[in-house]
T-cell receptor
Framework: RKEVEQDPGPFNVPEGATVAFNCTYS??????FFWYRQDCRKEPKLLMS???SGNEDGRFTAQLNRASQYISLLIRDSKLSDSATYLC???????????FGPGTRLSVLP | DGGITQSPKYLFRKEGQNVTLSCEQN?????MYWYRQDPGQGLRLIYY???????QKGDIAEGYSVSREKKESFPLTVTSAQKNPTAFYLC?????????????FGQGTRLTVV
């Protein structure tokens, strides 16, 4: 089993739609979790940190289920500018490394 | 302005040459990382460092070397032993504390072997 698995996508959705991405991780010792977005040929940028069962930031909601080793990202009222690849990133804790998922590509269509 | 700076943005290398990619941060971050990304692929860890004068190999360290002589700097050398070096190289830094483990990326260096 891969360390991090994500919906392969691509997801093509109309503006205003709600879309959800799923991510599973294999290492139960993972301490913290992040969602990054990466635009084409650019660096990843931190979208959200997920430290407890989940949190919300505007149109974005992240959920964490440690028992199932599952993380999700929900985007409401999609904008054209949301088009990007979304990376699920567990972290093993202080002094350890990040494990980047392969990413899920989202295209929001006018 | 605080941030993490990679240079150059584009780099061309002849086969058999060593090249060094620069990564500097003024965020007072303890942790620094180097990743490689190939087209359509995810990020793979080359090396990381949690403290000055110490660094650890990542998943694909062969053909690469690093140093961490200063907190602000974590240069990556791509040696001639790296057989397929053409890729997008990303440097990241983070606070590296128990409470805050997130990482922030530089704009990357695109290396092409000609």
């Amino acid at each position: 089993r891969k360390e991090v698995e994500q919906d392969p996508g691509p997801f093509n959705v109309p503006e205003g739609a709600t879309v959800a991405f799923n991510c599973t991780y294999s290492n139960s010792a993972s301490q913290s979790f992040f969602w990054y977005r990466q635009d084409c040929r650019k660096e990843p940028k931190l979208l959200m940190s997920v430290y407890s069962s989940g949190n919300e930031d505007g149109r974005f909601t992240a959920q964490l289920n440690r028992a199932s080793q599952y993380i999700s990202l929900l985007i409401r009222d999609s904008k054209l500018s949301d088009s990007a690849t979304y990376l699920c990133v567990p972290h093993l804790g202080y002094g350890q490394n990040f494990v980047f998922g392969p990413g899920t590509r989202l295209s929001v269509l006018p | 302005d605080g941030g993490i700076t990679q240079s150059p943005k584009y780099l061309f290398r002849k086969e058999g040459q060593n090249v060094t990619l620069s990564c500097e941060q003024n965020l007072n971050h303890d942790a620094m990382y180097w990743y490689r990304q190939d087209p359509g692929q995810g990020l793979r860890l080359i090396y990381y460092s949690q403290i000055v004068n110490d660094f650890q190999k990542g998943d694909i360290a062969e053909g690469y070397s690093v140093s961490r002589e200063k907190k602000e700097s974590f240069p990556l050398t791509v040696t001639s032993a790296q057989k397929n070096p053409t890729a997008f190289y990303l440097c990241a830094s983070g606070p590296g504390t128990v409470a805050h483990t997130e990482a922030f990326f530089g704009q990357g260096t695109r290396l092409t072997v000609v």
